[in-house]
């Protein structure tokens, strides 16, 4: 998985340089938590996007899309080549995930916040419905700022959605800066905790780490899972790491080719 | 003196029964099924109700996923709350995703009376009608209530509809059927057309009356369906009578009276006037004095008609200029 997750980067990296815009750094911070969850987790079937027993995710963190669609692409939701013709006119690839364009997509997210409520109600209609179906959501750090995060936090709790994972991608850089200094969210865990959810820290690049949590989750009875995953914003290319520049600008040809040479790719688009 | 009924205690009434009928509905509330009436719905079916409290944003939210997970979601709260709020969380997902939600919003209008401009939803309409997707509908009554809210739960897409908080004559019996983008002719005349929405279309029936004492025969259109709406009556009736009034309980601006000045800028100029609130606020006052002093009284529409069918002296003869009206997007 460490290798998919390494090709997934190139992809990345490949994808938003064509683009010539997206988002980069979230994008990268992600790639690990969801390579874990597609291809270590959750049940799905990419000839049958719409498998009505499949376990479902919500990327509440939108503008990570160009990760979504590497990971969605390689497990054959759509071909690769159309990866690269993200954010053009007439993709099915949209700057932010659309479900009305891309297959595998569950709904549209993109502004901030309103990812966990969805996947509230998707939790609430799978113990309806007697499916045994798990629902993730990815949510940004910076994202938490929102307050409507904090009214999900309080449903799922009230509703004792154990059938609900959700995972902060913990990378601490938002657009103006770190979120210690734009608007500090520590001590994140205890918040969670206090607001009745059982809460878990991994090490959000360590595959193995990640699927132990995913494992510990499906354990937990009566009440919503937080894994927060400590991540690096720009992960896996030295000049990307921890800066803030990169949230959501595209490499320029000097960074794009340093980019490929750090993560081993052979030159060229993705086969 | 003619029975009344409350369109938002029908439609929590016709939700009760609907519950029973299909078990993929589910209902949603902030804090307020008291008030919006889906409290019939929670005392029976416990487990498909759920309470997000005072918490609208998530209540949209909620509504969406419950909506992916094959559920047919109503989702109610008051209209300044659910389309003021909770706006961009409905424009987002239930629009943009083109989901399967019930919006059902009451205390809409000015009718709200004391609790004042804070909680009377004037721009609701506006608000949804502007939305690619969004179905806008506002009950004239008890049975069109009960026949639009039954509509919805058939139609498969994301439905706004607008329900209020008094007693309003019932216009319609139960064999009135809804018809998605129909509007209904309740009344012949050739001189003017008032067209209404909403409890306005029993004032704009009352104002045909008052105006038939003085000899002009009214044609009086309920516009219920304000998205999408019936074209081909809309412009019909103005060729017909080369004047129309709107009249709704709401700004002039974005809502009815907007959009049928939409369609008769572009395809038949009749002279026109809107009934509604220009550029204001609600206030406390009992709805009575309020509706006074917003102008939506029947001889408020009774003297605007006077106004048009003045103008229309003045006025060339009217050709139609094109009588399609645009498909929903749909996606």
New interface residues.
Partial sequence: MQEIARQVRIDIVEMLFRAGSGHLGGSLSATDILVALFFGEMRTKAGDPCW?DRD?FILSKGHGAPAYYAVLARLGYFPREELLTLRQFGSILQGHP???CTPGV??????L??????????????R??GHASRIYALLGDGEVQE??IW??A??AA??GLDNLVAILDRNRLQIDGHTAEVMSIEPIADKWKAFGWHTLEVDGHDIGQLLAAFQACKGVKGRPSMIIAHTVKGKGVSIFEGQKKYHGVAPNPEEYQQALQELGAVTGPPA | MAAKESTRVEYGKTLAQLGAENPQIVVLDADLSGSTQTHHFAKIFKDRFFNVGIAEQDLMGTAAGLALGGKIPFASTFAMFATGRAWEQIRQTIAYGNLNVKIVASHGGVTVGEDGGSHQAVEDLALMRILPNMVVLAPADGPETRAMTRWAAAYHGPVYMRTGRLAVPVIYDDTYVFELGRGSLLREGGDVTLMGIGIMVQTCLDAAALLAQDGIEARVLNLGCLKPLDWELVLDSARRTEAVVTAEEHMVTGGLGSAVSEILAEHCPAPLKRIGLRDTFGMSGKPEALLKHYGLTADDIKQAAYKVIARKANHLALPVMDLKAPKMAGR
């Fill in positions: 009505l479902r659309d479900s009305g569950e709904i549209p997210t993109g502004s916040g309103q990812g966990l409520s969805i996947a509230n109600g998707m939790a609430l209609a799978a309806l419905n307050g409507q009214e999900a309080m449903t009230h509703y």
